[in-house]
């Protein structure tokens, strides 16, 4: 069946398994105040649990891109996926928070790991067909995103957390098992003459770190992340608003990051897209930055012109960090010589080992000075930042390692 595949359809196929990837991931994120409140913790201890996906991160970036090289695609994204769901299944299940700290250890591998397999099969097809969908397909992530956004601020106070969360995810892993089936043929295939070439000694020996991409994808990122991990509580907290107006601002970002994506093509033909970076980074940090300092020093009588400012903040950050990660992540595999799930794991090491010390930070700014706001400034400051990096995104640029 899979060999009737054509670029037309595994392009579709891709886009499919990108929304569905964040259609499923990004479901609870809606509901963390629900989350937290389960597990009774206070917001430092809170963001410093949530902040141990990153460990699952790491060792599935270190792995899974040689693991795929190696034995192929296929298998290694079905298990990936299965890994990925249950633990999230499992997260909304445990109160306990050693229990918790476990299974989000699994679910950041998981996420990892269904991470390296879609974006090597980006990288493969673009390599085949010569059309490139690292951008468009982030894009198609945004919207499923976006989607379960919408989807989970209605379900709040009328269908229970477990429930939303269990039946959705074993539909999404139904789905995307159908999807990886129907690819298999065109999916990236093992190459067991290159044993030598990648074996465990050399996913730590072969390490490449190309630190101007590195640093300008982890200053890009970060914004999206704190905004994530944050973004509801944030809202919710400071304003005292009902938990479905709260999921309003990050449901707002979300959209601008999907009209950012699947606008930048259309731009590029205007200016480099080196410049396009620049000038989003700058609307993205200072329009966020603005808005939230104004926002939280106006006087508890104007709370809706306050929330009124936390939509614009998120719409500058949205619209401003849409394609900026993606830019970096294209450029980190332009720049490199090693096989694209390789790249893909490494570049993302390097990443989230950056951004797992920038969460511990944030969450515990926020425990010790019992303020969102002051602690949104550092991602605030990292996207500002970005511009030093944006000479890395040239065509003529090229990695030092």
């Known amino acids: 069946m899979a060999k009737d595949v054509d670029h037309s359809q595994e392009q579709k196929s891709l886009y499919t398994l990108l929304f569905l990837f964040g259609f499923g991931i990004m479901a609870w994120v809606p509901r963390f105040p629900e989350v937290k409140a389960n597990l ?22 270190l792995t899974v891109g040689h693991i795929i090289h190696r034995f192929g695609a296929f298998k290694v994204t079905l298990i990936s996926i299965t ?19 476990i299974f989000n250890i699994l679910f950041g591998f998981g996420i990892t790991a269904v991470h390296v397999c879609l974006n090597s099969q980006v990288f493969h097809f673009l390599e085949r067909s010569n059309i490139n969908l690292v951008t468009s397909t982030a894009g198609y992530w945004s919207a499923g995103a976006l989607s379960t956004a919408i989807l989970s601020g209605f379900l ?35 190459n067991e003459d290159s044993e030598s070439d990648y074996s465990i000694k050399e996913i730590f020996t072969g390490f490449r770190i190309d630190w101007p991409v590195s640093l300008g994808m982890a200053c890009a990122v970060y914004l999206e992340f704190a905004i994530g991990d944050w973004g509801t509580i944030f809202t919710k907290d400071r304003l005292g608003i009902n938990a479905g107006l709260s999921t309003a601002p990050y449901i707002i970002f979300t959209a601008m990051m999907i009209f950012g994506r699947l606008l930048i093509h ?24 603005i808005c939230i300092i104004i926002a939280t020093h106006l006087p508890a009588t104007l709370k809706w012109w306050s929330y009124g400012l936390f939509l614009l903040a998120f719409f500058f950050a949205g619209l401003g960090s849409s394609f900026l990660g993606p830019s970096f992540f294209a450029a980190a595999n332009r720049r490199s010589s090693q096989p694209s799930a390789v790249v893909v794991g490494q570049f993302g090491v390097v990443n989230n080992v950056l951004l797992f010390g920038i969460k ?34 040239k065509e003529d640029s090229h990695s030092k390692v």
């Open 40 to 61: 009774g913790l206070d917001n430092g201890a809170f963001g410093s649990l949530m902040s141990t996906g990153s460990i699952g991160a790491f060792f599935g970036l």
């Open 83 to 101: 890994i990925l769901f249950s633990s999230l299944v499992a997260l909304v299940h445990v109160q306990a928070s050693f229990l918790f700290l």
């Open 156 to 190: 709040v106070g009328r269908v229970d957390l477990v429930t939303h969360i269990d039946f959705l995810c074993v539909v999404i892993t139904i789905l995307m098992f159908a999807l990886i089936i129907r690819l298999r043929s065109v999916l990236i295939e093992s």
């Open 266 to 289: 259309r731009i590029l033909p205007k200016a480099p897209l080196h410049l396009w970076v620049r000038r989003a980074a700058l609307l993205a940090g200072a329009g966020f930055g």
């Open 360 to 393: 511990w930070i944030v969450a515990w700014t926020i425990q010790f000075t019992g303020s969102i706001a002051l602690a949104m400034m550092i991602p605030t400051l990292m996207m500002l930042a970005t511009i030093f990096f944006v000479d890395s995104l």
